[in-house]
């Protein structure tokens, strides 16, 4: 169940992605795919909630989850790091340790707008300011 559920929001990911067009930034590319995969509406919530809910049953009893569901989201930060070495990063930045702070970002966020202890707006933000952090300003 958990596989699936990852599944289906990495095709929602990858069809929001599409969306942009060939001539998207890494940054956009990267906002998209985690902005995109915040619970912000009716059915990425309830996606959400079971990909939790399944999530830490097979943490916490491992006979109801194998070692690869339990991997499944492990994907994103070797996908997340290979994407942020194509963009024009800040000076210092590491695209491993990057990556799995967005991705830990991502599920905190997640959490939190689920729990409502944040608003969506305020989540986009967050996101939109580590991305700053990371990415040179483009060019005009």
């Given at each position: 169940a958990l596989e699936a559920i990852d599944g289906r929001a990495a095709d929602a990911a990858r069809a929001a992605m599409a969306r942009?067009?060939?001539?998207?930034?890494?940054?956009?590319?990267?906002?998209?795919?985690?902005?995109?995969?915040?619970?912000?509406?009716a059915r990425t919530r309830e996606q959400a909630l079971l990909f939790f809910s399944f999530y830490v049953a097979g943490i916490t009893d491992r006979s109801l989850g194998s070692a690869d569901a339990?991997?499944?989201?492990?994907?994103t930060v070797p996908w997340?790091?290979?994407?942020?070495?194509?963009?024009?990063?800040?000076?210092?930045?590491?695209?491993?340790?990057?990556?799995?702070?967005?991705?830990?970002e991502y599920a905190g966020l997640s959490l939190a707008l689920l729990a409502g202890q944040v608003e969506e707006s305020d989540a986009i933000g967050a996101v939109d300011a580590h991305l700053d952090r990371i990415f040179r300003p483009r060019r005009p």
């Open positions: 942009l067009g060939p001539g998207a930034s890494p940054r956009e590319r990267l906002r998209t795919a985690i902005v995109g995969s915040l619970p912000t509406d339990l991997a499944s989201p492990r994907w997340t790091a290979s994407v942020l070495r194509e963009g024009s990063l800040r000076a210092g930045v590491d695209p491993d340790r990057e990556a799995l702070l967005l991705m830990m």
